[in-house]
């Protein structure tokens, strides 16, 4: 398996590195933020704004950065694998399809580790550079940030084994996540609905900005509670399982024979 | 896995696609041997290969390597065998160093000492990348990696295709250095007749799904051949006699099986040997009987 762990390193290294030269890049954007508020043209905003820029920048760093370098770093073969024929020549190796597609799984776990400990030392980073208070969370919800990363792509691969066809799968994934998305955003809608009425609103009023805040606030804090009520391992094992359903469908899939 | 007589043994194999239909195929590869696999294209040689190294699941039928069911068997098998394709089934972005180092964690009787050798000796690059190859140097790369895991078996599909004479050349005699071991075999499928007649024991021939012919290439040729007879002498021959015939303006040139009987019974006849292009062409015309 180490020789398909390899080949999979090979063909993904042009985009790990490009995934990690963009991050050094942001990396740049942002120490040039923080030298333009010390020294540059946006130390001459009051200091509300001030605050704002460097908010919205550290924000940036702390979510936006890691999610950048986990979406790069995960990454599958099957359909190159597929267009070189290796994929034929690998059922004449002597290689199992659940030795082919754990390779994959492990090299990407092996990313998740490894990306996550470098988006930890961008939060620090970003603590250090923007004078933020180090909060211990803040690594759970990034290494969150990952783990559901990790999932979507893999849940992505599936389609990749199933279909074997790059554009077919992609267009599939894309149409589950937008069933997804508008399925929540409707139910979403509808609660909002509900909570602009409980709160003595009428939907055809001027609502204003500090209900809807308070919606958000009231729905993130009503997940978070329900969670600590719960028990956050339910996320762990949501997670677990959708990983492990995607592994096992997966070589599920390669193991279907091309006629 | 020294107790085995035939290195590939089929029967009955059976495939069905839309408009196709691979039908009751049978034959066997002696161990030592090499045998030529021939048809035109789209005849099934490459559904036979295919169903033999797993590539896609058969209908029905018994395939045996090494005298071992292939489908209970598998991974010890793949550890003994190797496939040539006619194309590279490499990722163009890697080169010979990096395949070295991946099918070395993959074969455990890979020898990177033999692979280099063949490197070297073929003048193939290590650093360079697969897209820069040629279609010559690319199927050489593809036997190298074939030879130096130790595989008891080869099966190729079509690998001489598409190569000039003098890599053909070059390849056919690295065959013959391989079955020096009289372990080694070598299925071998290839719609140029002209490379099986020069290395080849024994020859199976397969049209429309169907084996037509199978056995020793010696015996095949000397029992065929072309009966060159005048349109008038033609017409006087019965037609369960010959396979085919050729018929022009000039004449008839007729594809017999039966050699030695066919000259007992058309005393004075010419007969010319058949080369496995002429059988290959006389029998897939074998429907119309009569043909120009």
Same mark, same amino acid.
């Given at each position: 398996?180490?020789?398909?762990?390899?080949?999979?390193?090979?063909?993904?290294?042009?985009?790990?590195?490009?995934?990690?030269?963009?991050?050094?890049?942001?990396?740049?954007?942002?120490?040039?933020?923080?030298?333009?508020?010390?020294? $540059?043209?946006?130390?001459?905003?009051?200091?509300?704004?001030?605050?704002?820029?460097?908010?919205?920048?550290?924000?940036?760093?702390?979510?936006?950065?890691?999610?950048?370098?986990?979406?790069?770093?995960?990454?599958?073969?099957?359909?190159?694998?597929?267009?070189?024929?290796?994929?034929?020549?690998?059922?004449?190796?002597?290689?199992?399809?659940?030795?082919?597609?754990?390779?994959?799984?492990?090299?990407?776990?092996?990313?998740?580790?490894?990306?996550?400990?470098?988006?930890?030392?961008?939060?620090?980073?970003?603590?250090?550079?923007?004078?933020?208070?180090? &909060?211990?969370?803040?690594?759970?919800?990034?290494?969150?940030?990952?783990?559901?990363?990790?999932?979507?792509?893999?849940?992505?691969?599936?389609?990749?084994?199933?279909?074997?066809?790059?554009?077919?799968?992609? $267009?599939?994934?894309?149409?589950?996540?937008?069933?997804?998305?508008?399925?929540?955003?409707?139910?979403?809608?509808?609660?909002?609905?509900?909570?602009?009425?409980?709160?003595?609103?009428?939907?055809?009023? &001027?609502?204003?900005?500090?209900?809807?805040? $308070?919606?958000?606030?009231?729905?993130?804090?009503?997940?978070?509670?329900?969670? &600590?009520?719960? $028990?956050?391992?339910?996320?762990?094992?949501?997670?677990?399982?959708?990983?492990?359903?995607?592994?096992?469908?997966?070589?599920?899939?390669?193991?279907?024979?091309?006629? | 896995?020294?107790?085995?007589?035939?290195?590939?043994?089929?029967?009955?194999?059976?495939?069905?696609?839309?408009?196709?239909?691979?039908?009751?195929?049978?034959?066997?590869?002696?161990?030592?041997?090499?045998?030529?696999?021939?048809?035109?294209?789209?005849?099934?040689?490459?559904?036979?290969?295919?169903?033999?190294?797993?590539?896609?699941?058969?209908?029905?039928?018994?395939?045996?390597?090494?005298?071992?069911?292939?489908?209970?068997?598998?991974?010890?098998?793949?550890?003994?065998?190797?496939?040539?394709?006619?194309?590279?089934?490499?990722?163009?972005?890697?080169?010979?160093?990096?395949?070295?180092?991946?099918?070395?964690?993959?074969?455990?009787?890979?020898?990177?000492?033999?692979?280099?050798?063949?490197?070297?000796?073929?003048?193939?690059?290590?650093?360079?990348?697969?897209?820069?190859?040629?279609?010559?140097?690319?199927?050489?790369?593809?036997?190298?990696?074939?030879?130096?895991?130790?595989?008891?078996?080869?099966?190729?599909?079509?690998?001489?295709?598409?190569?000039?004479?003098?890599?053909?050349?070059?390849?056919?005699?690295?065959?013959?250095?391989?079955?020096?071991?009289?372990?080694?075999?070598?299925?071998?499928?290839?719609?140029?007749?002209?490379?099986?007649?020069?290395?080849?024991?024994?020859?199976?021939?397969?049209?429309?799904?169907?084996?037509?012919?199978?056995?020793?290439?010696?015996?095949?040729?000397?029992?065929?051949?072309?009966?060159?007879?005048?349109?008038?002498?033609?017409?006087?021959?019965?037609?369960?006699?010959?396979?085919?015939?050729?018929?022009?303006?000039?004449?008839?040139?007729?594809?017999?099986?039966?050699?030695?009987?066919?000259?007992?019974?058309?005393?004075?006849?010419?007969?010319?040997?058949?080369?496995?292009?002429?059988?290959?062409?006389?029998?897939?015309?074998?429907?119309?009987?009569?043909?120009?």
């Amino acid at each position: 398996m180490k020789g398909l762990i390899l080949k999979e390193l090979w063909l993904s290294k042009k985009l790990r590195i490009i995934g990690f030269v963009l991050y050094l890049l942001f990396l740049i954007f942002a120490v040039l933020v923080k030298l333009s508020l010390l020294y $540059g043209n946006m130390g001459h905003l009051n200091a509300g704004a001030q605050k704002n820029a460097a908010d919205l920048t550290a924000t940036v760093m702390i979510f936006a950065f890691p999610l950048m370098l986990y979406s790069s770093q995960f990454t599958c073969q099957i359909a190159s694998d597929g267009k070189c024929r290796f994929r034929t020549y690998s059922y004449t190796l002597p290689v199992t399809e659940r030795q082919i597609v754990s390779s994959v799984y492990i090299l990407n776990l092996i990313s998740l580790g490894a990306m996550t400990v470098l988006s930890w030392l961008n939060y620090s980073l970003a603590c250090l550079i923007f004078d933020r208070k180090f &909060d211990a969370m803040y690594l759970i919800y990034i290494f969150a940030i990952g783990c559901v990363t990790f999932t979507l792509a893999h849940g992505r691969y599936v389609l990749h084994y199933r279909f074997r066809n790059e554009k077919k799968a992609n $267009g599939i994934f894309s149409a589950i996540c937008t069933a997804i998305y508008f399925g929540a955003a409707f139910g979403m809608f509808s609660r909002t609905n509900s909570y602009i009425e409980d709160q003595g609103y009428s939907l055809s009023d &001027d609502i204003p900005e500090s209900v809807m805040d $308070g919606f958000w606030k009231d729905e993130l804090l009503g997940v978070v509670k329900w969670l &600590d009520k719960n $028990g956050w391992w339910l996320v762990i094992v949501l997670i677990v399982g959708l990983c492990t359903l995607f592994w096992q469908l997966s070589i599920k899939a390669l193991r279907r024979r091309d006629n | 896995m020294s107790d085995y007589e035939n290195a590939i043994e089929i029967k009955g194999l059976t495939k069905h696609f839309d408009g196709f239909t691979l039908d009751n195929v049978s034959f066997s590869v002696p161990r030592g041997s090499i045998m030529g696999f021939i048809g035109q294209n789209g005849a099934g040689k490459s559904t036979t290969i295919n169903s033999l190294l797993g590539i896609i699941r058969p209908d029905s039928g018994e395939l045996k390597i090494f005298g071992k069911d292939t489908r209970a068997n598998e991974l010890e098998i793949k550890r003994d065998i190797s496939a040539v394709f006619d194309e590279l089934p490499f990722h163009e972005q890697l080169n010979a160093k990096m395949l070295d180092k991946m099918l070395r964690n993959i074969f455990p009787t890979w020898s990177s000492e033999t692979f280099y050798g063949y490197l070297e000796r073929f003048q193939l690059p290590v650093k360079k990348k697969f897209k820069d190859f040629s279609k010559g140097m690319k199927m050489k790369l593809q036997i190298a990696a074939a030879l130096s895991h130790g595989a008891k078996l080869l099966i190729m599909d079509e690998a001489t295709t598409g190569l000039d004479p003098v890599v053909r050349n070059e390849i056919l005699d690295i065959f013959l250095e391989y079955l020096q071991d009289e372990n080694n075999s070598i299925l071998m499928s290839s719609h140029i007749t002209s490379d099986l007649e020069k290395i080849a024991d024994s020859v199976t021939f397969i049209d429309k799904g169907k084996i037509l012919l199978s056995g020793y290439k010696d015996d095949i040729l000397s029992s065929h051949g072309i009966m060159k007879l005048s349109k008038s002498d033609y017409e006087a021959v019965a037609k369960e006699d010959f396979v085919s015939a050729r018929v022009t303006d000039y004449g008839a040139e007729l594809m017999i099986s039966d050699r030695a009987a066919c000259e007992r019974k058309y005393s004075g006849a010419v007969i010319d040997p058949a080369t496995l292009d002429d059988i290959m062409v006389y029998y897939v015309n074998r429907e119309k009987k009569e043909w120009s």
